[in-house]
């Protein structure tokens, strides 16, 4: 196990794009950051790429669709590091830009919500009890201004005419999750 010193991060959907920057930017502060990804190989060279930048970055096989791969890599963690500083719930998707309301398959519907809802949820609640054992924990719920009821519903936002019903609600539910875990964690 590492010594409890060193501020370990997880950040989910990490292998590229905003997660990938993301675990960059921690790792640069000297945080051991495991890159979540659930194409196992994807993920290890995502941790190569940063890796070959001195950076201290591990890859961890996290599917957040996938309940046993979230036990599995919570549990993972507890064995090698038995602690949480940072959970980066990052992974999501967006598959209905532009798609009318009335349009939407609901396949997608249900796609969208269970890696944008109960994939992050799932992960949260997985790892809340390492997240507890470290002496200054955060989470952070990659949300976006998509989920803004008062901005999608404003004319005068820049937002007002984004269509992805699927993924704006998905947005809107995770701030509520924040919202009440926020409460609960105080």
Sequence with gaps: MQSNDKKIALVTGANKG??????RQLAKQEITVLIGARDESKGAEAAEKLQAQGLDVQSIKLDVTDISSIATAAKNIEEHFGKLDILVNNAGI??????????????????????NVFGAFAVLQATLPLIRKSNAGRIVNMSSTLGSLT???????????LRGLAYQATKAALNEITAQFSKELA
């Design 18 to 23: 905003l997660g990938f920057e993301i675990s």
């Design 94 to 115: 967006f598959l209905d830009s532009g798609t009318n309301p009335s349009d939407l398959d609901l396949n997608i519907l249900k796609q969208t919500f269970e890696t």
């Design 151 to 161: 901005d999608t519903l404003d004319p005068n936002s820049h937002y007002f005419g």
